[in-house]
């Protein structure tokens, strides 16, 4: 399976920093976005070590098959699904092992998107509000669900799609890598086929474009993935650009 793949941060039209982080590692299929919490740019401190922490521990374990692993293997999920489940667990304890050494940077935290490829299978992992989506030919899925409080209620039926998108509390999550040591990932795997794309964004870019213009941009850029971040990018500003940005494309070419 022939995948390519381009990742694009932009700080927006309304911020000071940003505060998202994203790490592609082509090695080992790995793409991940984070958009760190807390201001003063100790969200990006938190971003930051999320990133870097999955991959260090995705290519220990490419490495050393053998390497000890700090959290329980769940043998109801695959070995890909485990390593990609158990680095997001790491990533969360070493944040909330630096702002216990720095308390300057007490209540920063990250939400996160992450998919690690598996054959042909993509493995999603997410905490929080950042987004995973599929396009298939004509047609976008979102693969994760929202962690946030606007979605609990759209679930409880008290709240609609429209009346979400600008909620004041539409920026409250329920779940975030650096809250609490006992962080609760949710996976799901997703098998490509060739001409699939599989996106990952931080919430400025969902929050400034619905799932059909974000379907559009991606089909007509095709295996231009280059383009496609781009224009995302572009579009979210373009839509007022209200929080920082982030896109990771990758795009299964046909043979």
């Avoid at 694009?8 to 920093?17: F, M, P, T, Y």
């Avoid at 919490?37 to 521990?57: K, W």
């Avoid at 039926?157 to 909620?167: Q, T």
């Avoid at 409250?172 to 949710?186: F, H, P, W």
Wanted: a negative charge.
């Amino acid at each position: 399976m022939k995948v390519v793949h381009a990742g694009l941060s932009d700080v927006g039209r309304k911020r000071e920093h940003n505060e998202d982080s994203f790490v592609i590692v082509g090695e080992d299929s790995l793409f991940v976005v984070a958009d760190g919490m807390g201001g003063h740019a100790a969200g990006e401190v938190a971003s930051r070590i999320a990133v870097n922490a999955i991959a260090d521990f995705i290519a220990s374990t490419r490495r050393d098959a053998e390497i000890t692993w700090p959290y329980e293997y769940d043998t109801s999920l695959s070995v890909a699904s485990n390593r990609l489940k158990t680095s997001i667990r790491i990533a969360n304890q070493k944040i909330i092992d630096t702002i216990a050494q720095r308390r300057d940077l007490e209540g920063m935290g990250t939400t996160l998107v992450s998919v690690l490829l598996n054959d042909t299978t993509a493995c999603v992992a997410h905490v929080g509000d950042s987004r995973s989506y599929h396009v298939r030919g004509e047609q976008i899925t979102q693969l994760t669900g929202d962690h946030s409080w606007v979605n609990e209620q759209i679930k409880l039926g008290f709240l609609s799609k429209e009346d979400a998108v600008r909620h004041p509390f539409r920026n409250v999550v329920t779940r975030a890598l650096g809250s609490k040591e006992d962080v609760q990932v949710d996976l799901v795997e997703k098998p490509l086929e060739p001409g699939d794309s599989v996106l990952l964004c931080s919430d400025g870019l969902n929050t400034m474009m619905g799932d059909d213009e974000i379907l559009r941009i991606i089909a007509d850029a095709g295996a231009d993935v280059d383009s496609a971040v781009k224009r995302l990018v572009d579009h979210a500003n373009e839509q007022g650009g209200e929080d920082n940005v982030t896109a990771v494309l990758l795009h299964v070419k046909s043979v």
